[in-house]
């Protein structure tokens, strides 16, 4: 397998009875052939660079339709993955799909294509920068309006700006460094303190990055919240209320809910899934036995857990127990529920009051599980590293760190250029300019097959 092959994959979603149309993208040297060849165009249709035309697929022995088809051809450099590339449009479906695609892999020269490896081919012939290119599959994978928003900020070149302005100016400084270095007794002397104050100055604009990249996880990932309570204190009202959809059963009697329930949900853009949990509580039942089993292995698993309470009853024992069965690593908010039938104080434990019924409170709420979650002011983030990004970004801060304590014990110059080295590459791998085999198999086997 080399860069040199022809590679295949279809580059949209493909689902039974979904969808109206599928791409088949082709991609590499003989693209353009296997379009030729599995594509019958009638009439005088010019096969030009970025023009489509309307043809047939047909099967191996030349004699039957496969499909009805539209193709368009773009030759080199002006494609996606600056390679000769046909994108073959069938109908949707599944087994339209199958049979197109089957037809192109059994031409010569030609293989099916490994996750993120049009985009790899992208990045190497220069088409993208690396930052782009894993906004590409960002945007692909978000979950709501932010995370799109976020994944469009990188596509367009924000990160790369702001990534490659800090390398530069650490480039800058490595540049004065050597030349102190090798030519020191004919340069005017270099002003370590100003030297060390734009390092940390850079240094906490890489920290300001990590940071936001933490929040603008949310935002891309989502939060899984689970509710937890007694039997009959409101969690699937809670539910409900929440994703504004009638996803679990309410009734008076206990022990409702005897299974683990999930939603989706989008609260002020971070993507969210809640888990409407079985009450846990000592049952002979063996189905609610299984549930509560379920429940206690999303307390473990979720961002955060919210402990539902009865206002009106109060904390009892039992909700006491329930908040020592929370591993303590987990964070947890105490929601006290049915604040419209609190005739006394509320208890002092709560941190929210609520209304799952009338809503009262639910504004709160929502503030509160953000915060908690450190996705409060996630909508601020305007630029959001990925994980690869934020470990690399932290790794150049630690190496920028490092030259306090250069400075402060008067080492020479040359010790100084060491630790800066390191931060450069660091940002270097980020956008792409220290790329090595390995950096790009791990950043495009994450990607879906099409892209």
Not at 28 to 51: C, F, K, Y
Not at 264 to 284: C, F, H, K, N, S
Not at 320 to 327: D, G, N, T, W
Request: charge should be negative; include cysteine; charged fraction near 25%.
């Amino acid at each position: 397998m080399t860069a040199s092959d022809t590679i295949a994959a279809v580059a949209t979603a493909v689902a039974p009875g979904q969808g109206g149309i599928a791409v088949i993208r082709v991609s590499g040297p003989v693209a353009e052939d296997v379009g030729r060849s599995i594509v019958q165009v009638p009439g005088r249709q010019d096969w030009e660079s970025h023009r489509v035309v309307y043809g047939h697929v047909l099967d191996a022995t030349g004699q039957r339709r496969l499909d009805e088809v539209l193709l368009l051809l773009m030759r080199r450099p002006r494609s996606f993955t600056g390679e000769d590339v046909v994108e073959i449009h069938c109908h949707g479906g599944v087994m339209a799909v199958q049979r197109v695609l089957e037809r192109v892999l059994e031409q010569p020269g030609v293989r099916r294509a490994l996750p993120g490896e049009f985009s790899q081919r992208a990045v190497l012939n220069g088409r993208l920068d690396l930052t782009r290119a894993e906004a590409v599959s960002e945007l692909v994978a978000a979950r709501s309006r932010r995370a799109a928003d976020l994944a469009i900020a990188g596509l367009d070149g924000g990160i790369h700006a702001q990534i490659t302005a800090l390398r530069e100016r650490l480039l800058d400084q490595l540049t004065e460094l050597e030349a102190r270095v090798d030519f020191e007794e004919d340069l005017p002397a270099l002003d370590g303190e100003a030297l060390l104050l734009e390092l940390q100055a850079i240094r906490l604009e890489l920290q300001q990055l990590v940071r936001d990249g933490e929040r603008g996880d949310a935002l891309r990932s989502g939060l899984r919240v689970a509710l937890v309570g007694r039997p009959n204190v409101g969690k699937s009202s809670l539910l409900n209320r929440l994703s504004r959809r009638e996803r679990a059963i309410v009734t008076e009697l206990p022990g409702t809910t005897r299974d683990l329930l999930e939603s989706e949900i989008v609260l002020e853009g971070v993507p969210i899934t809640l888990l409407d949990t079985a009450g846990i509580r000592a049952t002979q039942d063996v189905v609610e036995q299984m549930g509560i089993a379920r429940s206690e292995q999303a307390l473990a698993s979720a961002d955060l857990v919210l402990l539902v309470i009865d206002a009106q009853q109060g904390w009892t024992p039992a909700d006491r127990a329930l908040l020592e069965r929370i591993p303590p690593a987990v964070p947890r908010l105490v929601v006290a529920n049915k604040q419209d039938l609190l005739r006394t104080e509320a208890p002092a434990e709560a941190d929210v009051l609520l209304s799952a019924i009338s809503g009262e409170g639910e504004d709160q709420l929502v503030e509160a599980v953000l915060t908690c979650c450190g996705a409060g002011d996630a909508s601020a983030v305007l630029l959001a590293l990925n994980e690869r990004q934020r470990d690399l970004a932290a790794r150049a801060a630690e190496a920028l760190a490092r030259s306090q304590e250069v400075a402060a014990q008067q080492l020479p110059w040359d010790f100084w250029t060491i630790d800066l080295r390191e931060a450069i590459r660091a940002l270097g791998e980020i956008t792409g300019e220290e790329l090595t085999e390995a950096v790009l198999d791990r950043v495009f086997s994450r990607f879906c097959i099409g892209k």
